[in-house]
């Protein structure tokens, strides 16, 4: 027969070894939390950067539709974008300078300077914009760099292509270049 305190001594071991368990499946809950709460704040960057980017499409969209007798004024290239690492236009004679300039300042994020500096900060990370003439249909693009690989862009979207690879990290091939497109239609009704 076993005395009484054998008994409380052997409870007491199992108290603690319940206890231990229990501390590591908190622990590696906790874990688990941390890493939703990293991926949660991913997708909302990803997601504020997707919602600048259609305001600023929208935008130029709405400058050229505005401006359409100088639509093709506004073609510059997938080769020539404005935004983040860019010296906006400083003429602003004309319509379509003064758009491109304040499209060009928008997308490097014209509200948010960073103090001290003459850094701009705020719209999407190293977002660039183009328009492309595209048989007679202007092609307005807007890139971004995003957080995470995904689906690299279509060759049709040149605007940025290769500026947001990073060797050495998931971000090669274009696959972190974010893009979103719309096109412009200019009726001709002569």
Known sequence: ???LAASRTRQSGATAIEILVTLVVVALGLLGI???????????????QRSQALLLLNDMAARINANRNNAAAYDMGAENPVGTGMTCPTDVTSTRNRDVAEWCTAIQ??????????????????????VEEVDGEYLITVVWQGLTPVTAPPVS??????????????????????????????????
Do not use: F, H, K
């Open 109 to 130: 994020g014209a509200a948010e300077l960073i103090t001290g500096t003459t850094t701009r900060t705020g719209a999407m990370i190293g977002g660039r914009g183009c």
């Open 1 to 3: 027969m076993v005395s």
């Open 157 to 190: 979207v040149a605007c940025g292509a290769g500026a947001y690879n990073a060797p050495g990290t998931p971000c090669v091939n274009d696959l972190c270049r974010r893009w979103m497109t719309t096109v412009v239609r200019i009726a001709n009704l002569s």
């Open 34 to 48: 941390a890493g939703l709460q990293m991926r949660l704040q991913n997708s909302e960057v990803e997601a504020y």
